[in-house]
């Protein structure tokens, strides 16, 4: 007979497992006080009372026992976007944009992605998937139990083709669960003269990339001056067709028709969205299409984050992302994300922590294996420093994570690595 292989009790437990998630319906998160919930299999079997779960569950030889001493026991953080694999830093970038040069401007003059997409193609493979490995590992030190990484400082087909397979090498062995996206349509490679043969050329790539299980979805920077709508329109089809999920960067900085396309094409998700229309966000809800909040960007870009009050007002399913990347959003912490989330867009703590879980397993398509804390559900949580979870939102720009576990495993304690995600890094 089987046997729980942990449990973790003297919990205060936020399942996160409320019904309705839309931004506007979303009250306050109930709790259990002093629960415990039983991990066999590597997904959580049961949840409740502390002195109920223990009294029901019949404990193996080998079965781990955790006491949680109250601490908040929350579901592993979903960071559905990030732009993890790349080489090099761009700090001196940081200081031109407080001098009032803009983040396109940058871009247009063959800095920023163009700055990084050099700085990738300078370094071999084993020490690139070393250094995305490594970022990833930072982030489980704050709770991400699952990531999403695109491609994008390629390029070109061949070069946007290698970091795929980077990709591929960094999955192997991952402590955490990493979904794939393929952003071969990010910025116009430098050098390139033909338009019209460089995006069929790229929209030729995606049956190839699906054949081979080289990644799940597929993204586009739609906005002015980077790819038009119609640019992206034909990409994603073509993503479509090939069997991929499509979503889209929308309206970064400057209104771009994303939003209203990524309800058109019924998207997984639109990101960003800081310069959306009330109608965009609109559709979008009418459609299902989830808006991932990235509040880093704007806070590193000086730019106002997207309005929770507004999101309320469309009814859409918010997700809250890191969107790591050296040029608009250096961080890793899902935890500073949801701080920003809250102070400055205006979430309750309820939808910031909801949108970092359920919303974010939503925009990913994982909704029936992530997010929650719930029977059948992966063993991915995260206990915190403190037995009220708004510690997230409180302690801003620090870690509140005492532990994360993915799978039922230990992958971070105390804000450390364990021996385990450090051989994962040097592997
Ligand atoms: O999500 N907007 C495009 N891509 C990234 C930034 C990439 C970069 O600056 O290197 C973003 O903000
Ligand atoms: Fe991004």
Known sequence: MSAPDLIVFHARLVPCSEVEIAMGRLGELSEIDDGAIVVEGGRIERIGKTEEVLAQTTLGPDTVLLDAQGRALVPGFIDPHTHALYHGRRIPEMQLRQQGKGYLEILDAG??????????????????ARETRRRIAEAVTYGTTTVEVKTGYGLTPEREMRLLRVLAQVRRRAPVEIYRTFLGLHAWPQGEADREAHLLA???????????????????????????PEDTRRHLDAARA????????????????????AAEIGALCADHLLAATDEGLGAMAAKGVVAVNLPGTAFFLHEQALS???QREAGVVAALATD????????????????????RAGFTPAEALVAA????????????????????????????DDPDYRILMYSFGMNPVHAAYAAGRLVASAGRMTEEVKAWIDS
Do not use: W, Y
């Open 111 to 128: 800095g920023g992605i163009q700055e990084t997409v050099r700085q990738t193609a300078a370094v071999d493979d084993d020490t690139l």
């Open 202 to 228: 790229m929209d030729g790539l995606l049956a190839d990339v699906k054949k081979r299980d080289l990644a799940d979805a597929v993204d586009v920077f739609c906005e002015q001056g980077v790819f038009s």
């Open 242 to 261: 090939a069997g991929l999920a499509v979503r889209l960067h929308a309206d970064e900085l400057r209104p771009s028709d994303g939003a209203e396309l």
């Open 308 to 310: 929770a009050a507004r």
């Open 324 to 343: 790591h990347n050296p040029g608009s959003s250096p961080t890793f912490s899902m935890p500073m994300a949801m701080a920003l989330a809250m102070h």
């Open 357 to 384: 879980t359920r919303g974010s397993a939503l925009a990913l398509g994982l909704q029936g294996s992530r997010g929650q804390i719930a029977p059948g559900f992966r063993a991915d949580f995260v206990l915190l």
